[in-house]
């Protein structure tokens, strides 16, 4: 069974950087795919970001490409997501995830585990 704890969250002023973390446990070779995805209130949640970790791919949602980059640490079994230049409108809950496939992109259907997210706040 995969776990994943997320942390990093917080406040931070438009223009400024946050990285978030996802603790990773019972991963396996199989679970080749993670992802960070975000929800505001009232909105569907939405994919911002993918890594195969095998291949190291990544992919990234159009909203965020240049400004946030996903990563892994192996040594550490931890995934990140960098963002810089945030804007008010990156508010949201941010979920790490888990799965297994080859794209390893930003749908959520290819994400079998979940995390229980962390808050980040953007002010303007």
């Known amino acids: 069974q995969v776990e994943l704890v997320e942390s990093g969250g917080g406040s931070v002023q438009a223009g400024g950087s946050l990285r978030l973390s996802c603790a990773v446990s019972?991963?396996?070779?199989?679970?080749?795919?993670m992802g960070w995805f975000r929800q505001a209130p009232g909105k569907e949640r939405e994919g911002v970001a993918g890594i195969n970790t095998n291949s190291g791919r990544t992919r990234y949602a159009d909203s965020v490409k240049g400004r946030f980059t996903i990563s892994q640490d192996n040594a550490k079994n931890t995934v990140y997501l960098q963002m810089n230049s945030l804007h008010a409108e990156d508010t949201a809950m941010y979920y790490c995830a888990a799965g297994s496939g080859i794209y390893c992109g930003t749908d959520r259907y290819d994400y079998n585990y979940w995390g229980q997210g962390t808050q980040v706040t953007v002010s303007s």
């Open positions: 019972g991963y396996t070779y199989n679970d080749n795919c």
